[in-house]
Nanobody, 128 residues
Framework: QGQLVESGGGLVQAGGSLRLSCAASGRTFSSYTMGWFRQAPGKEREFVAALNWSGTSTYYADPVKGRFTISRDNAKNTVYLQMNSLNAEDTAVYYC?????????????????????WGQGTQVTVSS
């Protein structure tokens, strides 16, 4: 099955930056689109960003466009989310997950149900 472990969350002031990491173990995720999602208290889990297996295709949710950057290092089996210009609306638990289908040249889905191997999440809190 494999496991994903997120890290890098924390408390940051509005306007600050954080870099989240998602490390894989137990299997390689280098052939899969990787996605970042977030869930704020009382809200549904929402799509943040995704990057296909080869790094040639990305997709960002409108609220994070121009502020967040997703990247991956397949040699390290790790995916990153660089978050800049953070604001209070970015406060949430952030999760990474892998698309269920491999070797896609595009971002197939922003629906959490199309992803699996979810990590436990990392808390990001932005103080205003």
């Amino acid at each position: 099955q494999g496991q994903l472990v997120e890290s890098g969350g924390g408390l940051v002031q509005a306007g600050g930056s954080l870099r989240l990491s998602c490390a894989a173990s137990g299997r390689t995720f280098s052939s899969y689109t990787m996605g970042w999602f977030r869930q704020a208290p009382g809200k549904e889990r929402e799509f943040v960003a995704a990057l296909n297996w080869s790094g040639t295709s990305t997709y960002y949710a409108d609220p994070v466009k121009g502020r967040f950057t997703i990247s991956r290092d397949n040699a390290k089996n790790t995916v990153y989310l660089q978050m800049n210009s953070l604001n209070a609306e970015d406060t949430a638990v952030y999760y990474c997950a892998a698309d269920r289908r491999a070797h896609l040249p595009y971002i197939r889905s922003r629906n959490p149900s199309d992803y699996d191997s979810w990590g436990q999440g990392t808390q990001v809190t932005v103080s205003s």
